[in-house]
């Protein structure tokens, strides 16, 4: 269970609707998922674009910028899967928490 304040969920919430399209996914990780958080843990989270392919670099910097902008008392770390090395994704798959699915956008949603 990903532990952040339900306010500072809220923000973050907020920040992703306004900010990634639908078809992005928002997965969290790291130690405010799997319980090794403190109050000054950062909070992981990880974007996972269409297919799996690279984001667009000024959407990632925007979200970026919008978060650290924001009142959020933590910092959030933000990776695009698709730029992780391989190596890293087994570590994300054994434990993540789903913030956000993916929405496929198809001609009868559009």
């Known amino acids: 269970m990903l532990t952040l304040r339900p306010k500072d969920f809220a923000v973050v919430h907020e920040l992703i609707a306004r900010h990634l399209p639908p078809a ?8 405010r998922v799997n319980g090794n958080n403190h109050e000054g843990s950062d909070l992981d989270l990880v974007l996972r674009g269409p297919d799996l392919t690279a984001l667009p670099v000024g959407l990632l910097s925007r979200f ?16 695009d899967w698709a730029l992780l ?6 570590r994300i798959l054994n434990r993540y928490e789903v913030v956000r699915p993916s929405v496929a956008i198809t001609a009868a949603t559009a």
């Open 24 to 31: 992005v996914a928002v997965w969290a990780y790291g130690s």
């Open 64 to 79: 970026r910028e919008a978060l650290t902008d924001s009142n959020l008392p933590i910092f959030v770390d933000v990776h």
């Open 85 to 90: 090395p391989a190596s890293f994704h087994p």
